[in-house]
């Protein structure tokens, strides 16, 4: 079992930053590849943005690549989302979620992912 918890959402105008943190707890984190999702009201779960074990590999949507980084430190059990001129259509939900599948092919799926957390609102205004 692993526990999921995410901070750092908020509010913030188009075109500024949040940087979101996802902790996990015990000391299993380093088995997981990570990653992002979304969900705006009334929408399906998006994906965002996954991570290796060992950070070596990323994966984006278009939507976010180039405005967004995924990065983890396994020493701090941590990863993180950067995100980086924010648009109104990036606001939602967001879940971070921990997956045993190490091949990146599997990442943008979120059936891959075995343990989700909470999420944080994340609220862009224009």
């Known amino acids: 079992q692993v526990q999921l918890v995410e901070s750092g959402g908020g509010l913030v105008q188009a075109g500024g930053s949040l940087r979101l943190s996802c902790v996990a707890s015990?000391?299993?984190?380093?088995?997981?590849?990570m990653g992002w999702f979304r969900q705006a009201p009334g929408k399906e779960r998006e994906f965002v943005a996954a991570?290796?074990?060992?950070?070596?590999?990323?994966n984006y949507p278009d939507s976010v690549k180039g405005r967004f980084t995924i990065s983890r430190d396994n020493a701090k059990n941590t990863v993180y989302l950067q995100m980086n001129s924010l648009k109104p259509e990036d606001t939602a939900v967001y879940f971070c979620a921990a997956t045993l599948a190490k091949t990146s092919a599997a990442w943008a799926r979120s059936g891959a992912y075995n343990y989700w957390g909470q999420g944080t609102q994340v609220t862009v205004s224009s």
């Open positions: 991570i290796s074990l060992n950070g070596g590999t990323t």
């Open positions: 015990g000391r299993t984190f380093s088995s997981y590849a």
